[in-house]
């Protein structure tokens, strides 16, 4: 199966790892997530493997047919777990007492058209992105940096795709890397100094801290550019290069304001400042 890279879906606002197969041409959502979703468990863990054994226990083929994927964990890993198509999906919804049930299947069907519509003009994701970025709260000017922070990133992942380097691990690896250089944290601790767990580390910066997360990975592209590494092990030198770029920059920058630039805030208490900023301007 030829995979693109993880996408993270919303539905009402909650989160659903999702990995686009060219091949197939179909989504493989984390049925975690879906049972996280539809029951509001406090351990969706746990209410999936309770129904998994039951469902197999009935002789149900929706759970002996689940994939296993490697997706991206709450702790920053790419970390086996079970997926199910759009199909699937559906058939374990019936198993699951909701409310939500119906919403879902409508949320399903419109993921799989958006992602056909998306193939043929690619600007209707970023279309998508920045709709859902002002229906979560967010300031003009913060999804103006996080679309161009998209952009960035897509140039770096392209550089890191001719070197050699592997999507998952490897990339993980290297963002983890850049994110140790240029902010003196990794994802991990980084996420819990905002008071994060599966949230996007990303979408709860603030806009210097995404403004120093892009100097960084142009910094490292532009250097992939001049230097063309080859391999995870050149590519990292080039990366950690890139990071200490945004790495002075920031230095430099809490040395003349007098204050860290890695915040605290996350998407809840950022878009209530940046309310303020509006309200007082």
């Not at 993270?8 to 997530?33: C, G, H, M, P, T």
């Amino acid at each position: 199966m030829r995979e693109s890279k993880d996408k993270i879906k919303l539905f009402e606002e909650k989160q659903v790892r999702a990995v686009w197969d060219a091949d197939a041409e179909k989504w493989w959502f984390s049925v975690v997530d879906i049972v996280a979703v539809l029951t509001d468990s406090d351990n969706p863990q746990v209410y999936w493997r309770v129904l998994k054994k039951r469902l197999a226990d009935e002789g149900n083929e929706t759970v002996t047919n689940c994939n296993g994927l490697k997706m991206l964990a709450p702790d920053g890993k790419m970390r086996l777990t079970d997926v199910a198509d759009t199909e699937q999906v559906l058939r374990i919804i019936q198993s699951i007492p909701s409310k939500k049930a119906e919403p879902f299947k409508l949320w399903l069907a419109k993921v799989g058209s958006e992602r056909i519509d998306e193939a043929i003009d690619p600007e209707l994701s970023i279309d998508r992105a920045i709709q859902n970025y002002r229906r979560l709260g967010y300031s003009e000017n913060w999804i103006n940096q996080r679309i161009k922070s998209i952009e960035v990133r897509k140039a770096l992942t392209d550089e890191w795709d001719k070197s050699g380097v592997k999507q998952g691990s490897e990339y993980a690896a290297l963002t983890d890397l850049m994110t140790k250089t240029w902010s003196g944290m990794n994802s991990r601790e980084y996420k819990q100094h905002k008071g994060l767990k599966k949230e996007s580390l990303r979408d709860n910066m603030t806009n210097t801290e995404l403004v120093l997360n892009m100097l960084a990975e142009v910094s490292a592209t532009d250097i992939s550019i001049a230097r063309q590494p080859s391999g995870f092990h050149e590519s990292a030198e080039v990366a950690k290069e890139g990071a200490e770029v945004a790495k002075g920059a920031r230095v430099q920058l809490e040395k003349r304001s007098g204050k860290p630039v890695v915040s605290k805030l996350n998407a809840k208490n950022l878009k209530q400042r940046l309310l303020k900023d509006v309200d007082g301007a």
